[in-house]
């Protein structure tokens, strides 16, 4: 029997059939069992079945998505890696000498056997040792989608999101005379830019331009603007993506974008490193309406200087948030004094709908003539692909929103960035009251 043996006190549930055993290889199958989601998966080819829950334990990201590695189940998102009695045995983040916290262990089924050309999974102990021949051919559960969280998450549609400004357009997709219907918080407005400025009907509590960006209030903002150094400083030019949609909330896109830990793993085409995933220790400090955090990294951004040689120049990484979902990245490259600063503005539109809108402010440093169209033009495309690769993982995260339950998830040291904005969106959920 290739049973995963684990010691559970519930009652018997028995056997139950998920998957043909042939149609199960190295790509994990979500399958179901007594309403329980799981992935069945071969950790090497021909090898016997491994099952895992459906979810990863760190960021909760589903493992359907996750990919065979050197025998182990790696997920997705920052790589976490798992043996086939779902213990944690790598955590990149932490380094080659960290270990992974016990809560990484993944609680896999009681066990697992291949039989009558099925895979068969016992999800608590039972008392029958395998399962018997079926009487007809079996007929699987289909698979549930993964659990959520069992506490509360921000979504998109929370209702403290009235109380803060949103970016609902650039402010040149909105031109003298004209107008366009947007979505916010799961309704529509229609914006027009007449001779007496910006209107919104239904009306809002204000509509302003900033930053080149359109901005909307419902109701009274009690969110701390963002602050953006360098519009309007001369050694800067800047250039937009175009807004991209993401199907899912803002909450896990602010999670991705204030997180170095995934670069590896999801960016590896782009702008990821191949090596030296570890995160340092950095400290996080909290500020009104949200944080700022600092870490010293090494750059493998394709366009830095010495980067295409491997020699990751040094740079240093500044993280803002202004709670809800505005954010700034400065990348200050600290041998040249070239800088990158990211601006990365999310907009609610419905419960599994979020805009992206992502202006690049770049400078050659000191001494240096500014970044001509051509250069901009590279690096609004590298970061084009970049943002894309975030929302195709985001498209597989199944989320509702960002837990707000600390121990709904799992955090380790370099998660300090994602642990403060849980913090700040819970702080700012409960402001309202
Ligand atoms: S490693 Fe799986 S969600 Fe982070
Ligand atoms: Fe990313």
Redesign the pocket.
Known sequence: MTATARTSTARSTGWFPVARAAEVGTTPVPVGAGGRAYVVVRLRPGAEVSAFPAR??????PLAAAAVVEGRLR??????RFDTEGRCVD?PSLGPHGSAPPRADLPVPWAVEERHGWIWLAPERTDVAAPPPPAAEPVPESAPAPAPPPGPVFGNLDPSLEHAWHPVALARELRPGGWLQVRLLGRTWSLSRGPDGLVADPPAWGVRERYGVVWLAPAPPRDVPLELPEDGDRRFVRGWLTPARSAGPAGPLADGFLDV??SPFVHAATSGAADGVEVPAYDVAPEPGGFTGVQQQRSDHPTDPGARRGQRPRRRATYVLRAPFQLRLRLDLLDTGAARTILFLLQPEDADSTRVYTCLLLSAGPGEPLPGPEVVAGEVALAQRVLAEDLELQSRMASTGLPLVLRDELHVRSDRLGVALRRALADFAAARR
Do not use: I, M, N
């Open positions: 990863c334990p760190h960021r909760l990201v997920c997705p998102y920052r790589g976490w955590v830990a995934h």
